[in-house]
């Protein structure tokens, strides 16, 4: 019996699917450290370059603090993950696949469906934009034969370390080894998002945005400070030579109640001024904030239009083209995510049998990242190009991907174009018939010889089309004449204008005198519908 690999080559043993490792070796890393408390521009130069060593759990436990402590950034990050879920997603065979490989697509497209939530399996992995890795434990269970993914686990950040040293390898911290424990093969979805390129400690979006947070932290702090004390008047006591200190403390205190409950008791003597308070606004520190959050937007979604408007600067157009800048990195994280399915799915192949088919042949889940098309516009510029142009080069199939349409599969039933009704069905029993006149109904066909001259002229008709084009051609005929001995356009026109009583209009009169006897007549058959 071959052996079960990874894509990596690992060796997967069947026995570890049964269990989850992280349940042996992070029972004590169930409590999170907040560095953020305290966090100063000294303290985090030092929780970055121990990053940069392999110890993640820090800088990780800040990322996460990140997160909960500043909404817009919060924000910012659920707009580009969960724009995610609302791409259409579908496993797709290889090009040219063999039999062999179809029925690989067919049993990963069964197993996906087995699987409790693929949504939440997107979310978790593109969790890898800001932290640069997102590992999930997979959890088994076997239905007869055949391995199923049950469900995936997001496994907190800091339970990881790195070796940069070794290929950055992503280990799990099992309080034993100084190195961590290697991830068991076939147990871990694994997923490194580039943000940002470099090894995982510094690929991840927080790197950057973990200093406007910083500055912004300042900033509020400065704020709430500012709007403590804004309009208060300054309050200044006096105290004699020799004032014990223990006296003055007690003056102190009596002075910041006087500011803060207006209340103080002081010794009788105790001399108080109040100075006007120094005008000034909060201006600098809310600009320093708007500075911070939009730097934070363009790090994240690569623009600010779509997320803020001032009422300067945010005009339609700019909106458009930061909007398509949203698109680029949807796509870019898209098929980041495609990568992380792929080692998914070669897993359950390999654990399932499909273990030989090579890894660029084996299925593949692609999201659909096509902007959709305005299909009215759409479907007018096509008739143009083959009916108007000529164009003979179109492909149908091109038709279909540009549109989003999808192409039928098997007997799968398609729409038809609607058959126009027949004006004349219904003639004889719609017509009012004289009194005394009776009806009859044709009872049998007649067999028309093929050289009858009724049904010759018929046949020789000129279609009406051409008959509309050749009268038209004959009224325009005077202003093209004009325009091809080198006349202006009002000149043309003035020729037109003019010579309008002596145009040749009997053909178009004529044509135009059916039209209106067949609509007159269409009328009357439908009055009643």
Not at 5 to 17: A, C, H, M, W
Not at 287 to 300: G, L, N, P, V
Not at 436 to 448: F, K, N, P, Y
Request: aromatic letters at 8%; one cysteine or more; hydrophobic letters at 40%.
């Amino acid at each position: 019996m071959s052996q079960i690999v990874d894509q990596y080559g690992n060796p997967i043993k069947t026995s570890s699917l049964k269990k989850n490792q992280s349940v042996d070796v992070a029972s004590f890393q169930r409590y999170v450290d907040h560095p953020s408390l305290g966090l100063t521009i000294r303290k985090l130069p030092r929780i970055l370059a121990a990053a940069e060593q392999g110890d993640l759990s820090a800088q990780a436990c800040l990322f996460a603090d990140m997160q909960e402590k500043d909404a817009h950034l919060f924000a910012e990050m659920t707009k580009r993950k969960s724009i995610l879920l609302t791409l259409d997603r579908n496993i797709e065979p290889p090009e040219n696949a063999t039999a062999r490989e179809k029925s690989a697509t067919a049993a990963v497209k069964d197993w996906f469906s087995a699987i409790l939530s693929v949504e939440d399996i997107i979310l978790n992995g593109v969790d890898a934009v800001g932290h640069g890795f997102s590992a999930q434990e997979i959890e088994w269970r076997q239905d007869g034969n055949i391995w199923l993914v049950n469900q995936l686990f997001m496994r907190p950040h800091h339970w990881f370390c790195t070796l940069p040293e070794q290929g950055d390898q992503l280990r799990l911290i099992d309080g034993v080894s100084m190195h961590g424990a290697e991830l068991w093969p076939g147990n871990w979805l694994i997923h490194r998002h580039n943000a940002r390129s470099g090894f995982i400690a510094t690929s991840g979006l927080f790197r950057v945005l973990v200093w406007p947070y910083l500055f912004k932290n300042y900033a509020v702090r400065d704020f709430a400070e500012f709007l403590e004390i804004y309009g208060m008047p300054a309050r200044i006591a006096y105290y004699m030579t020799g004032t014990s200190e223990e006296d003055r403390d007690r003056l102190l205190m009596s002075l910041v109640r006087l500011g803060h409950d207006s209340v103080a008791v002081m010794e009788q003597g105790s001399e108080v001024k109040f100075e006007a308070a120094a005008s000034g606004t909060g201006d600098t520190f809310t600009m320093m904030i708007d500075w911070c959050e939009k730097t934070m937007s363009k790090a994240i979604l690569g623009g600010t239009l779509t997320t803020q408007a001032d009422g300067k600067t945010s005009t339609n157009a700019l909106g458009e083209v930061h909007n398509e800048v949203r698109h680029d990195l949807m796509s870019s994280d898209a098929r980041q995510m495609e990568g992380m399915f792929r080692n998914l799915i070669q897993m359950m192949l390999a654990v399932n049998g499909y273990g030989d088919i090579p890894l660029h042949r084996q299925p593949r889940l692609v999201f659909d990242t096509r902007e959709r098309v305005d299909l009215d516009r759409f479907s007018n510029a096509v008739a143009v190009l083959v009916n108007g142009v000529g164009m003979e080069t179109i492909p149908v199939s091109w038709v279909h991907k540009k549109g989003g349409i999808p192409v039928p599969q098997g007997n799968e039933p398609v729409l038809v174009p609607r058959q126009m009704a027949n004006p004349f069905a219904s003639l004889s029993r719609a017509l009012p018939v004289s009194p005394g006149v009776g009806r009859a109904a044709l009872s049998q066909t007649v067999d028309i010889p093929e050289d009858d001259p009724a049904q010759q002229a018929i046949d020789g008709m000129t279609p009406i089309s051409d008959q509309i084009g050749e009268a038209m051609q004959q009224l325009v005929a005077p202003m093209i004449a004009a325009l091809s001995q080198g006349k202006t356009a009002d000149e043309v026109m003035n020729i037109a204008a003019a010579s309008y009583p002596q145009l040749d209009d009997g053909q178009l009169r004529a044509l135009l005198s059916q039209a209106i006897f067949v609509g007159e007549i269409w009328g009357r058959l439908n009055h009643d519908r």
